[in-house]
């Protein structure tokens, strides 16, 4: 993983009056070959409120194991 990119975009415009003002992340990741360190791909995707809830959970689980691991 070479760089980590992100925004916060809220709807402006739906079809619905009910996904106004409705916010979602916007993340890109730009990754690299470590055999080809010229060549990088980028990858991009929109969460929602609760799936962006879900993913920094998860990495709070992850960073909970990582500092128990490291007091042992």
Known sequence: LKK?????????QSKSAE???EP??????????PE???KTEV??????ESR???VLQ????IEDQIVQYCQQ
Do not use: T
Not at 24 to 33: D, G, K, M, P, R
Not at 43 to 48: A, G, H, P, R, Y
């Open 4 to 12: 980590v990119s992100w925004r916060i975009d809220v709807k402006s």
């Open 19 to 21: 996904n106004i003002n």
């Open 24 to 33: 979602s992340a916007i993340v890109e990741l730009q990754i690299e070959n």
């Open 36 to 38: 080809e360190s010229q």
């Open 43 to 48: 990858v991009q995707f929109e969460m929602d």
């Open 52 to 54: 962006l809830a879900h």
């Open 58 to 61: 998860n990495m709070k689980d």
